[in-house]
């Protein structure tokens, strides 16, 4: 059995169904990514398992012990939210105490403790300050260390990240994902950005309205996809149906069903390969996105999104004809009509 | 520099406005007479030595600060959990709240005071008691939109969550936590519904009048005897204010953690409440 097992979980809010009979299995020291697009009901789940929101039906259980009906209290269960919910009444030492006190340690334990937490998250200098004088990303580790310092069983990140800047966000991320990796830490980490989900998993849950529309290792969500959702939601993927495919690669080239395919936009490329059928067509946009071109081409009255390094010598503008070659393998059947 | 002038102008002119009443009837309060002269024609303190030597003003300056305070401290106890609970928990309720507690501005004080009478005369709840409780209704606005917009302004509800996921029960979060985060709002709240109802007179009046003379029932009736003697109790009326609400923002702001923004809120309702006060006041 995992150490956190999340079986058959059912919720509704307000009378709205909002989790359908959810599975989940995380093993010790793993970080796995909810990922999910905003009410999807990542979040709710997160709280089902803190224990703040009741569950309809279902078992959660965690280290062998059923917590489905425990108070949040007894979970050992630490969470970092999105607006960092530090107290402002308190110090960050005291903040980063606060739940050391709850639980009844001694002073002289409490102080180095905190201090060491503090240490980790590299926020000892600024013991005495108060979150109001702190920046977002230095509360949010004020926040980090206050969640570790109580050595919870698991813990939950609430898009930890998602508030910050852009360049704060990378550099925190990086940390966090080093920090997990060294203390052996289990992780349920929230957010909506599938680049962020592929860069600090072990594993991804992908959610979709209260489902679990596809889970497994980043690198297996991004090559195979199970469904259109998945398809789009992770990789921006061209998704195109039979009919779509038998014009684009001509019948005899490419035997495609009636089902709905995948195409990775990179998977496009402009040079010939062993197998790879021609297509062509002509450029309708061009965005550069830095290191990457990302061109639409029409073909065949399909509109193809097609993306490159940005040193390639065949650089087309709107208007201009392209030729594209697509190799039969790298179209991925998702099954459904 | 002319728009920080025209600006220090207007600030000027505008406190001038808000003082001279208030001047005034202070030098009206310490002259022998000042009637068909544009200047006084003396000044004395005999007119505060006749009202602080009267038994009848300082009980009713006690009168009005044990009706005051006993309902403001009720008002705390049961209200402020109340508004925690409903933010936090009953979110659906809010709706409903914001139109329930605007009614007392809805309903004037003489059919509130009239209602009462009707319903409680006779009955074997005392009259100061029902007094208390029309307060008590009119305290609620007060209370309410102060808390409930420091309530929001802190994010209460992740305090909670985050709080009892670190083992707190949620009594020990609502004192530990809460209760000093909302400390701001708790003291405006506190100090709009003191300086409103030390004052009040039109409940008190109906249901009551001279049978429990309050400050301003007090100088209502010294006014038809005497407007110096009565310009005294404005005078006086105004330092209890001053002081008492200086104790309240001593006490309750000891430690300032609190953003600038938050306390400068603070003083902007204070000073409003006492130009509101002191308009009230002398308009009657």
Same mark, same amino acid.
């Given at each position: 059995m995992?150490?956190?097992?999340?079986?058959?979980l059912?919720?509704?809010?307000? /009378?709205?169904?909002?989790?359908?009979?959810?599975?989940?299995?995380?093993?010790?020291?793993?970080?796995?990514?909810?990922?999910?697009?905003?009410g999807?009901?990542?979040?709710?789940?997160?709280?089902?398992?803190? /224990?703040?929101?009741p569950?309809e039906?279902?078992?959660?259980?965690?280290?062998?012990?059923?917590v489905?009906?425990?108070?949040?209290?007894?979970?050992?269960?630490?969470?970092?939210?999105?607006?960092?919910?530090?107290?402002?009444?308190?110090?960050?030492?005291?903040?980063?105490?606060?739940?050391?006190?709850?639980?009844?340690?001694?002073?002289?334990?409490?102080?180095?403790?905190?201090?060491?937490?503090?240490?980790?998250?590299?926020?000892k200098?600024?013991?005495?300050a108060?979150?109001y004088?702190?920046?977002?990303?230095?509360?949010?580790?004020?926040?980090?260390a206050?969640?570790l310092?109580?050595?919870?069983?698991?813990?939950?990140?609430d898009?930890?990240?998602?508030?910050l800047?852009?360049?704060?966000?990378q550099?925190?991320?990086?940390?966090?994902?080093?920090?997990?990796?060294?203390?052996?830490?289990?992780?349920?980490?929230?957010?909506?950005?599938q680049?962020?989900?592929?860069?600090?998993?072990?594993?991804?849950?992908?959610?979709?309205?209260?489902?679990?529309?596809?889970?497994?290792?980043?690198?297996?969500? *991004?090559?195979?996809?199970?469904?259109?959702?998945?398809?789009?939601?992770?990789?921006?993927y061209?998704?195109?149906?039979?009919?779509?495919?038998?014009?684009?690669?001509g019948?005899?080239?490419?035997?495609?069903?009636?089902?709905? *395919?995948?195409?990775?936009p990179e998977?496009?490329?402009?040079?010939?390969?062993?197998?790879?059928?021609?297509?062509?067509?002509?450029?309708?946009?061009? %965005?550069?996105?830095?290191?990457?071109?990302?061109?639409?081409?029409?073909?065949?009255?399909?509109?193809?999104?097609?993306?490159?390094?940005? !040193?390639?010598?065949?650089?087309?503008?709107?208007?201009? %004809?392209?030729?594209?070659?697509v !190799?039969?393998?790298?179209?991925?059947?998702?099954?459904?009509? | 520099?002319?728009?920080?002038?025209?600006?220090?102008?207007?600030?000027?002119? #505008?406190?001038?406005?808000?003082c001279?009443?208030?001047?005034?009837?202070?030098?009206?309060?310490?002259?022998?007479?000042?009637?068909?002269?544009?200047?006084?024609?003396?000044?004395t303190?005999?007119?505060?030595?006749?009202?602080?030597?009267?038994?009848?003003?300082?009980?009713?300056?006690?009168?009005?600060?044990?009706?005051?305070?006993?309902?403001?401290?009720?008002?705390?106890i049961?209200?402020?959990?109340?508004?925690?609970?409903?933010?936090?928990y009953?979110?659906?309720?809010?709706? #409903?709240?914001?139109?329930?507690v605007?009614?007392?501005?809805?309903?004037?004080?003489v059919?509130?005071?009239?209602?009462?009478?009707?319903?409680?005369?006779?009955?074997?709840?005392?009259?100061?008691?029902?007094?208390?409780?029309?307060?008590?209704?009119?305290?609620?606005? #007060?209370m309410?939109?102060?808390?409930?917009?420091?309530?929001?302004?802190?994010?209460?509800?992740?305090?909670?969550?985050?709080?009892?996921?670190?083992?707190?029960?949620?009594?020990?979060? #609502?004192?530990?936590?809460?209760?000093?985060?909302?400390?701001?709002?708790?003291?405006?709240?506190?100090?709009?519904?003191?300086?409103?109802?030390?004052?009040?007179?039109q409940?008190?009046?109906?249901?009551?009048?001279?049978?429990?003379?309050?400050?301003?029932?007090?100088?209502?009736?010294?006014?038809?005897?005497n407007?110096?003697?009565?310009?005294?109790?404005?005078?006086?009326?105004?330092?209890?204010?001053?002081?008492?609400?200086?104790?309240?923002?001593?006490?309750?702001?000891?430690?300032?953690?609190?953003?600038?923004?938050?306390?400068?809120?603070?003083?902007?309702?204070?000073s409003?409440?006492?130009?509101s006060?002191?308009?009230?006041?002398?308009?009657?």
């Amino acid at each position: 059995m995992s150490y956190l097992t999340i079986n058959d979980l059912s919720l509704a809010l307000g /009378g709205r169904k909002i989790l359908h009979h959810l599975n989940l299995n995380i093993e010790k020291g793993e970080l796995v990514t909810l990922l999910g697009p905003s009410g999807c009901g990542k979040s709710t789940l997160l709280r089902a398992i803190t /224990g703040l929101i009741p569950v309809e039906n279902g078992r959660i259980v965690i280290d062998g012990h059923d917590v489905t009906r425990v108070s949040p209290k007894k979970r050992e269960i630490g969470m970092v939210f999105q607006s960092y919910a530090l107290f402002p009444n308190l110090s960050v030492f005291d903040n980063v105490a606060f739940g050391l006190k709850m639980k009844k340690l001694g002073k002289s334990m409490i102080q180095e403790k905190v201090i060491r937490s503090l240490d980790m998250m590299g926020m000892k200098e600024k013991a005495d300050a108060y979150p109001y004088e702190l920046s977002g990303g230095q509360q949010q580790r004020v926040a980090l260390a206050r969640s570790l310092v109580v050595e919870p069983k698991v813990m939950l990140l609430d898009e930890p990240l998602s508030a910050l800047d852009a360049q704060i966000r990378q550099q925190l991320r990086t940390e966090l994902r080093a920090l997990q990796k060294k203390l052996g830490m289990t992780m349920i980490f929230v957010t909506h950005d599938q680049a962020e989900a592929m860069y600090i998993s072990d594993r991804i849950y992908v959610m979709n309205q209260g489902t679990i529309s596809q889970f497994g290792e980043p690198e297996q969500l *991004y090559t195979h996809p199970d469904n259109e959702f998945v398809a789009r939601f992770i990789g921006n993927y061209n998704v195109l149906s039979g009919k779509q495919v038998r014009s684009l690669l001509g019948e005899t080239n490419f035997e495609a069903g009636n089902g709905s *395919y995948a195409l990775r936009p990179e998977a496009v490329r402009t040079a010939p390969g062993t197998k790879s059928i021609e297509i062509n067509g002509t450029v309708t946009d061009v %965005n550069i996105l830095g290191n990457i071109v990302r061109y639409a081409v029409k073909a065949q009255d399909v509109i193809l999104y097609v993306e490159q390094i940005n !040193d390639s010598p065949d650089h087309a503008g709107i208007g201009e %004809n392209k030729t594209l070659f697509v !190799d039969g393998e790298d179209m991925i059947s998702l099954g459904k009509a | 520099m002319r728009k920080s002038f025209s600006s220090s102008l207007i600030l000027s002119l #505008f406190v001038l406005l808000m003082c001279v009443p208030f001047l005034l009837t202070f030098v009206y309060s310490i002259s022998t007479e000042w009637g068909k002269s544009i200047l006084p024609t003396g000044l004395t303190l005999q007119w505060y030595e006749q009202l602080y030597a009267d038994p009848r003003f300082i009980q009713s300056v006690v009168r009005s600060c044990l009706l005051t305070f006993g309902t403001l401290i009720a008002v705390l106890i049961i209200v402020v959990p109340s508004i925690v609970m409903i933010s936090i928990y009953l979110p659906k309720a809010e709706k #409903f709240m914001k139109p329930t507690v605007l009614m007392p501005y809805a309903i004037p004080g003489v059919v509130l005071a009239t209602g009462l009478l009707r319903t409680y005369s006779g009955s074997p709840v005392p009259l100061t008691a029902v007094l208390s409780g029309g307060i008590f209704i009119y305290a609620l606005p #007060f209370m309410y939109q102060s808390i409930h917009n420091n309530l929001r302004e802190v994010d209460a509800k992740t305090l909670m969550e985050a709080s009892e996921i670190l083992g707190a029960s949620k009594l020990q979060a #609502f004192v530990r936590l809460l209760l000093p985060n909302i400390k701001i709002g708790i003291m405006v709240g506190s100090l709009l519904t003191f300086s409103t109802f030390l004052g009040e007179f039109q409940i008190t009046n109906m249901l009551l009048g001279g049978d429990f003379e309050t400050i301003r029932i007090y100088m209502l009736r010294v006014m038809k005897i005497n407007g110096h003697l009565s310009s005294a109790v404005v005078v006086t009326y105004f330092l209890l204010l001053l002081m008492i609400s200086a104790v309240i923002v001593k006490a309750t702001s000891r430690k300032s953690y609190k953003l600038m923004a938050g306390q400068e809120e603070t003083t902007l309702s204070i000073s409003e409440m006492k130009g509101s006060a002191s308009n009230e006041l002398l308009n009657d």
